[in-house]
């Protein structure tokens, strides 16, 4: 049988929130899918769930393997994988099955790279939308420059992983797998991702739901570490030598986004920590000169004018405002 799709889901500890997550991908109406749960070492009763569905599914795979980390599953995932598509969703979140269906006509196409909307999910079940922007004017039906150059204009860098279906070839000849023990791992992997992807599409309906704020969640706190590693990723993909990559400029302004996410960090962290970061924040607030967003340039204005810590101090409290009015 022809594998249209394999979801990928990586599972570590989240008994709570797990059945949600396979209960939703299962409910996808194609039999040409397969579901495979990577148990990346958890302690609690989430191997015994992914096992239990395995037995009432055949769509179902499970592999249990030592804890690696988020990358290291979704690596093995994508080893083991059959379909001609990928879709990676974490265990905590969920999908609307209904989606998948619809974008049949992309996927028969071969487009490389489909975009789908996602929504933050809070405790309170407040939705709000990732606000990624996407136009399907620009991007249905144009080239890639001019789709780089209008997700180089959006109001975020639409770094997930998640939220996308992704042919599996252009991930295999590429040998384009998540750098392990990496927080941000997606900024990376998706980079690699809009350089190797020759065509792209947009289906508006909402897709993904992210649930934000879980307690242990491995995107709560350690930003001292998640501010090292952004900065090795944006010093990773950032050059001034325009010749270095066909679209350069777009990967710097993609940049621009995550180094107004590394300034908001640097005013997280303890003093002592900051004095470690200054000299890099310096060397690459070079990168801000590439974006194409308005509030981008504003903030490059005032890195030159205030100082990164009053600038990174205005970015939280921006923060603070426009995530109150769910914006």
């Known amino acids: 049988m ?9 599972v570590y500890n989240i008994e709570n929130y797990l059945p949600k997550c396979i209960d939703s991908i299962m409910a996808v109406s194609m039999a040409e899918i397969e579901i495979i749960l990577v148990n990346d070492g958890s302690t609690d009763d989430s191997p015994q769930i992914c096992d239990s569905y395995a ?3 055949k769509r179902v ?7 690696g980390g988020l990358s290291a ?16 969703v974490d265990g905590d979140d969920w999908i609307d099955a209904a989606v998948i269906p619809k974008t049949s006509h992309f996927i028969k196409q071969g487009i490389d790279v489909i975009f ?29 420059k001019a789709i780089l150059a209008h997700l180089a204009g959006l109001s975020k860098y639409p770094g997930s992983a998640c939220a996308k279906i992704i042919r599996r070839e252009i991930i295999i000849s590429n040998n384009h797998l998540f750098e392990e023990n990496l927080f941000s791992e997606d900024i990376d992997w998706t980079v690699g991702l809009f350089k190797h992807a020759g065509t792209f599409a947009y289906f508006s309906e909402i897709f993904y739901f ?36 066909e679209f350069q400029e777009y990967i710097n302004a993609f940049m621009s986004f995550e180094f107004v996410v590394a300034l908001y960090l640097y005013g997280t962290i303890p003093k002592s920590d900051r004095r470690l970061f200054y000299t890099q924040l310096n ?10 967003n308005f509030k ?19 970015i939280s409290v921006y923060r603070q405002i426009t995530e109150n009015r769910g914006s």
Not at 119 to 144: L, Q, T
């Open 61 to 67: 795979k499970v592999i249990h393997q030592q804890n």
């Open 210 to 245: 992210y649930r934000q704020n879980r307690l242990g969640s491995i995107t709560q706190g350690a930003n001292t570490n998640r501010l090292k590693d952004l900065l090795y990723i944006i010093n990773k993909h950032s050059t001034d030598n325009l010749s270095n990559h």
């Open 2 to 10: 022809n594998m249209i799709l394999s979801f990928i889901v990586p």
């Open 283 to 292: 060397n690459l607030k070079w990168v801000l000169g590439y974006s194409r």
């Open 116 to 144: 789908l909307e996602i929504v933050k999910v809070f405790e309170n079940n407040i939705h709000k939308p990732m606000g990624e922007g996407y136009d399907a004017s620009k991007i249905n039906g144009r080239s890639k």
């Open 73 to 88: 599953a979704r690596n093995l995932g994508i080893k083991k994988a059959e379909g001609d598509y990928i879709v990676f």
């Open 296 to 314: 981008i340039k504003v903030i490059y204005m005032l890195c030159y004018v205030l100082g990164f810590m009053i600038t990174a101090k205005m």
């Open 55 to 57: 037995v009432v599914d």
